[in-house]
C-alpha cells in the first residue's frame, strides 16, 4: 500500500498519516519531520532546509528527493508507506512516479485533506510539536494528556518556528502555487481521494478508512 496525503500546511497530513501508518503497519515518512530532525543533529542537509523552511519556502527539489529515496529505499518501506509532504512539486512527483516504477510498482491512494485557508490560519497558532517524535497536538482541539508533554515519548512540546502567522501565510501561498497542481495531476491518474478536513480528526480517519479498506 502507497499512499501520498495531499493538502495544505496544517489541514492534518501529519496527524492523519500517523494514524494511517498505524492501522495499515507501513511507516510514516514526513519529510518536513525529516528535515527537522536534520535540524535537530546539526547536519549539513539541515543546516541548508532550514533556511528555506523558516523562511516558509520550499527546500529545493535535488536535495528533497536525495533524501526522500533514499527513505524510501529502507527495508521497512518494501511493503509500502504513507508519504506527508511529499510530493510538493510535479518535478517531485514525476520522480516518485518514475523510481515506483522502476521497481514495477504504482503509487496506490493520493488523499487530498481540503481545509480552507482560513481554518488553517487559526489550527497553527494552537500547534505543539514534539521534538523528539515528531507527534503533533493542538492546544484546543488535539491537547496532550500532561501539558507541554507529548503523550507518545514523554518529551517537550514546541511551537515550529515556521508557525508564526507570517510565515504560515507564506507557506499557504507557496502550497497554492506550487502543490495544488498536483491535485490534477494524481486526479487524471484516477488515484485521488478527497477527504473534509474540516471534521474532527477521528470522522477524518474513518473517511479515509472508507477509501483504504478496513
Ligand atoms: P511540513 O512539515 O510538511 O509542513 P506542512 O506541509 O506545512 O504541513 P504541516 O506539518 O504544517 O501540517 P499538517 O498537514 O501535517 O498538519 P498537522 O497534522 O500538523 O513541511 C515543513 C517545511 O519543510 C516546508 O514548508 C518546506 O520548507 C519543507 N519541506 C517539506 N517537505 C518538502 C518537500 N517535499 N519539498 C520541498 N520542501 C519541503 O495539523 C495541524 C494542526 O491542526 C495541529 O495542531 C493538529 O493537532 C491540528 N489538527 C489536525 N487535524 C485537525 C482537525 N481535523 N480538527 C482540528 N484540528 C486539527
Ligand atoms: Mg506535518
Do not use: W
Not at 500517523?18 to 503497519?25: D, V
Not at 488523499?111 to 497558532?125: A, F, L
Not at 512540546?157 to 497542481?181: C, F, I, M, W
Amino acid at each position: 500500500m502507497k499512499i501520498i496525503m495531499l493538502g495544505a500546511p496544517g489541514a492534518g497530513k501529519g496527524t492523519q498519516a500517523k494514524k494511517i501508518a498505524e492501522k495499515y503497519k507501513i511507516p510514516h515518512v514526513s519529510t518536513g519531520d525529516l528535515f527537522r530532525s536534520n535540524i535537530s543533529n546539526n547536519t549539513d542537509l539541515g543546516k541548508e532546509a532550514k533556511q528555506y523552511m523558516d523562511a516558509g519556502k520550499l527546500v529545493p527539489d535535488e536535495l528533497t528527493v536525495r533524501m526522500l529515496l533514499d527513505r524510501v529505499a529502507g527495508d521497512d518501506c518494501k511493503n509500502g508507506y504513507v508519504l506527508d509532504g511529499f510530493p510538493r512539486t510535479i518535478a517531485q512527483a514525476e520522480v516518485l512516479e518514475q523510481e515506483v516504477a522502476k521497481l514495477n510498482d504504482k503509487i496506490d491512494y493520493a488523499i487530498n485533506v481540503e481545509v480552507p485557508d482560513e481554518n488553517i490560519v487559526k489550527r497553527m497558532g494552537g500547534r505543539r510539536a514534539c521534538t523528539k517524535c515528531g507527534a503533533t497536538y493542538h492546544i484546543e482541539h488535539v491537547p496532550p494528556k500532561k501539558e507541554g508533554i507529548c503523550d507518545n515519548c514523554g518529551s517537550e512540546l514546541v511551537l515550529r518556528s515556521d508557525d508564526a502567522p507570517e510565515t504560515v501565510n507564506k507557506r499557504l501561498g507557496v502550497y497554492h502555487e506550487q502543490t495544488q497542481p498536483l491535485i490534477d495531476f494524481y486526479g487524471k491518474r484516477n488515484i485521488l481521494f478527497e477527504v473534509d478536513g474540516t471534521q474532527d480528526t477521528q470522522k477524518v480517519f474513518s473517511d479515509i478508512v472508507k477509501i483504504l479498506g478496513e
